[in-house]
């Protein structure tokens, strides 16, 4: 199997690494890839919606992405300890209707010694926002390196 580094047990510096590789991810907005970072058996609780393997997490994501469209998230690293990571997130997008909404979230991540994740745990929120209200303006795609995080953004 390969590995996906950084691997644990994380360091602050590679906490940090892992969850922009996560988001980078996200930002493809490409589900197989995604789907390449979980454990092939990888548990997931999203919302209030169970998942267990990436042929799952592949239907998953597919998806969400083809109604939330336009989708740009900023993750922020929370916490950190051995191969556990905390991270906090929001992320914007509209549906076909063209209603905008930020979506506020946690996850817990728990990864193997590989570099895997086996078990994301995620808790979110959704808020209906005005176009004017919009945060993330990035080009679709990886967040560029200078643009305000979550902290530097007041969410």
């Not at 996200?26 to 999203?46: C, E, G, I, K, M």
């Not at 992405?65 to 906090?88: C, T």
Request: aromatic content about 12%; proline content about 6%.
């Amino acid at each position: 199997m390969a590995t996906t580094p950084p691997l644990p047990p994380f360091t602050h510096e590679s906490a940090v690494e892992k969850v922009r590789g996560a988001e980078n991810g996200w930002n493809s907005r490409d589900p197989q890839r995604v789907s390449l970072v979980y454990t092939p058996d990888s548990v997931w609780r999203n919302r209030a919606e169970f998942l267990q393997g990436r042929e799952e997490i592949v239907a998953f994501l597919t998806r969400k992405w083809q109604r939330e469209l336009d989708y740009r998230l900023i993750k922020e690293l929370w916490a950190f300890e051995g191969n556990r990571i905390a991270v906090r997130f929001a992320y914007e997008c509209h549906d076909d209707s063209g209603n905008w909404y930020r979506s506020y979230g946690n996850e817990n991540w728990e990864f193997d010694e590989d570099g895997l994740m086996r078990r994301r745990i995620a808790s979110i929120n959704d808020l209906r926002i005005d176009e004017s209200e919009r945060k993330f303006h990035w080009p679709l795609g990886p967040r560029p390196d200078d643009h305000p995080g979550l902290s530097d953004l007041g969410l």
